[in-house]
């Protein structure tokens, strides 16, 4: 037990994803919901009968009950957060802002989710200079981007926590200070750090970085609840840009294609969208807050866990050639999933599936991502099971 979060007693307010009956550990990808979501789903339905075209006012409030649980999480007094129902529409509206005629370079790593990837290698075709840092070594990686970054530099995008191997960047402020003083935008991504690992904005030194990230992963929100932070007093104009950015100008007389923006957030809004996943985000923010949930104790529980799988794999003395661990290093300095290195990660992905338990993998890397809702006594029979399947492996 950690901080008081017991994951029996929790498990029981995730009856309706039966995480006692199976054992899920892609907690790093997809976290059930606490059955309390459900009461969000029929809220939706309920407003939406009564109010018909009204129930907008309603959605709203919900939508920045959303805002409001995203800017806990990281500390942000200061900063606006646009909504989406995916990483990429923010990612591409960002992207739409930029100068790239005169500022046609942009700066990432070779460890980027494919939402970022696939759209960079993309620009990249159309004479878009992409520069990719190796995500490797670790320990220096700001610096190493920091020399790339130049006046011809229109942004730079990187994680804060690798997704394939969870690694933890550090020193992402002396990159935000580099792109200000040569007059580029910096774009962390934060999937893998929101409610699991301690982020405080204003320590990290990105208060005048955009941040996006979501909640399908460790915030259990579900489908449909990505956000982009935005620094307070930027005004750039999305070429990619929907109606709902000027809602509250509708009415307004304006020149014939004057194309104007609405002020905040409203500046990297889309149209209209099911606002169904912004109820159920909503109910689950209130749960946490209710049980206290906090992303110390979480985190706390997700570092327990993770040593736990490290442990247990270690006294297995699993032969290298056919599986090792990715990170030999302190735990504490990676995010909240463990990370085996092994060529037959979807054979044993497979394998562990029809006994009923949940992982994943990315080309040679399994990954176990446990949840707070997990037992002890169900990550060890997790790791016995491995055990078996690389048995039949070896032989």
Known sequence: MSYGINSEELAEYYSDFKVSERILLTGH?????????????????????????LKWG???EKADRVRAGFKMLMNDDDGLIALASNTHELIIKFLSALDLKNRSKIITTDMEFHT????????????????RISSSPIEDIADRIIKEID??????????CFYKNGRIVKNLGT??????????LLLVDLYHVMNVLEFDIKIEGLTNSFLVGGGYKYCQLGEGNCFLRIPHDIRLRPIITGWFSE???????????????????????????DPVSNYRAAEVFDFFAENELTVGKLREKNLSQIKLLAKLFDAYDF???????????????SGGFFVLITEYSSQINLELFKRNIFSDFRENHLRFGPAPY?????????MSELNEIIKIIGK
Not at 375 to 381: I, K, P, R, S, Y
């Open 29 to 53: 990808s997809h976290q059930a919901w606490p059955n309390i979501a459900k009461k969000g789903i029929i809220r939706s339905w309920q407003d939406a009968a009564e109010l018909a075209d």
């Open 58 to 60: 309603r959605a709203f």
């Open 116 to 131: 970022v990837r696939r759209q960079l290698d993309r620009l990249g075709e159309e004479n878009i200079e992409i520069v």
């Open 151 to 160: 006046d011809k530099t229109s942004c730079v995008i990187l994680s804060k």
């Open 175 to 184: 990159i935000e200070k580099e792109c200000l003083r040569m007059g580029a």
């Open 247 to 273: 809602f509250n100008k509708l009415a307004e007389t304006k020149k014939a294609g004057e194309v104007p923006y609405g002020e905040g957030h409203f500046r990297f809004a889309g149209s209209t969208y």
């Open 319 to 333: 032969n290298p050639n056919i599986i090792r661990k990715e990170n030999n290093d302190d735990l504490s300095l």
């Open 374 to 382: 997990v037992t002890d006594e169900q990550l060890t029979f997790a």
